[in-house]
């Protein structure tokens, strides 16, 4: 069996592994090298805590509050409201009570897995040394800011998710840089940090190459199919024969699918990083302050810093005041943090509105596959989809209910 896998970010390039691990003759297709998408600028987190739907009402309710706002943590530009507003209104709609515990619980069933997943794929690669032991600390300046971030505490509480609150100074003991208004901190201990999220699918694109995967640097423009898929026509004017095809584009799958006649209702949340290899200290563990809406990581030789959200689609250009924004929050919370030696990044995470994942045979098309939508947790999910998405697409019983992850679910 001939399978092409479309995208090679690190979702698509550890289901490519795994696939011809498996047996499959797996070709591997990106109109760029593998990990140069959001791959490259993510930040570097196995964020196993981080599952909740965004549409809770606790988040969407300050929405049009942060909107109004320049420097809030999520902007949309005027220009792309109107095109946004069928995802808006599914968003909403995800924030009942009843299907909010269902996407909290399809959430939760795949960040139990991932160390379980995660910790032999890099065990068999060779790539056991990208992941740090050190968890992620969030902040927050005094029990009010901690009382406003309860609802997520009491989530992991309910999945079983381990945490410990600490003190302003247990936290500085910790990371000896952090401000003394931080008044309180929860560790996450799983959380862990990859010393280089670009190196990681590098590393894995290279092991799978060694045993015989074929990568190949082409755009994708459109499919052949009779019964089921044939072939996928490239840009180029070549066709590559294939019996099966894995959409993995993350935010572009949806301009696929779209010629596949199978629509799906997936954004991209447009995220910034600066990247600052000389910051004038250094950190062990990653940190998020949810008031102020942003995250540190040590990655890449330097710190990294990143957070907020823009919704202004896959076309228009950077605005590089985001990550701006992000580097003078961050030195809040790191008052000794320079910003030298840097480079601004803009990346599109793929968002479906209800924040669950596709992991899913095509409703309409026999041979056809979708693994997308991982929004923040792309490279959190990455050996957990590799191992549901093989199970799925060589017949094998996956060890989860598949079913919230259905593309026809929307």
Known sequence: MTTAIVGAGIIGTALAYELQKRGRQVVLIDRDAPGMGASWGNMAS????????????????????????????????????????????????????????????????????????????????GLEGELTEEGCLSLYTDQAEFRADREHIEILE?????????TGAEARELEPELSDSIGMAVLFPQNRSLRDPYRLVTGLADRFAAMGGRIEKAEVTGFERGERITALRLADGRSIAADEVVLAAGAFTARLSRLLDEKMPLETERGYHTQIMAPGISMRHSIIWPARA?????????????????????????????????????????????????????????????????????????????????????????????????????????????????????
Not at 308 to 314: P, S
Not at 381 to 407: E, F, S, V
């Open 46 to 125: 196995i964020a196993v805590t981080e599952f909740m739907p965004a549409s809770r009402p606790s988040v969407w309710r300050q929405i049009p509050g942060w909107m109004l706002d320049p420097e809030g943590p999520v902007r949309v530009r005027p220009a792309y409201m109107p095109r946004l507003i069928p995802w808006f209104m599914r968003f909403v709609a995800a924030s009942r009570p009843s299907t909010l515990r269902k996407l909290e619980a399809a959430g939760a069933a795949l960040c139990a897995r991932v160390h379980d997943d995660l910790r032999p794929l890099l065990r068999e690669t």
């Open 158 to 166: 309910r999945f079983g998710f381990a945490h410990r609150v600490l």
């Open 294 to 410: 942003f995250m540190v990581t040590p990655t890449a030789g330097g710190i990294r810093v990143g957070g907020t959200v823009e919704m202004a689609g896959l076309d228009a250009a950077p605005d590089y005041r985001r990550a701006k924004i992000t580097v003078r929050r961050a030195q809040t919370a790191l008052p000794k943090l320079r910003c030298e030696d840097f480079t601004e990044w803009m990346g599109h995470r793929p968002a479906f509105p209800d924040t669950v994942p596709v992991m899913s045979a095509s409703a309409k098309t026999p041979g056809v596959f979708y693994a997308t939508g991982h929004g923040h947790l792309g490279v959190t999910y990455a050996a957990t989809n590799a191992r549901l998405m093989a199970d799925l697409i060589t017949g094998a019983a996956p060890p989860i209910d598949m079913t919230p992850y259905r593309i026809d679910r929307f």
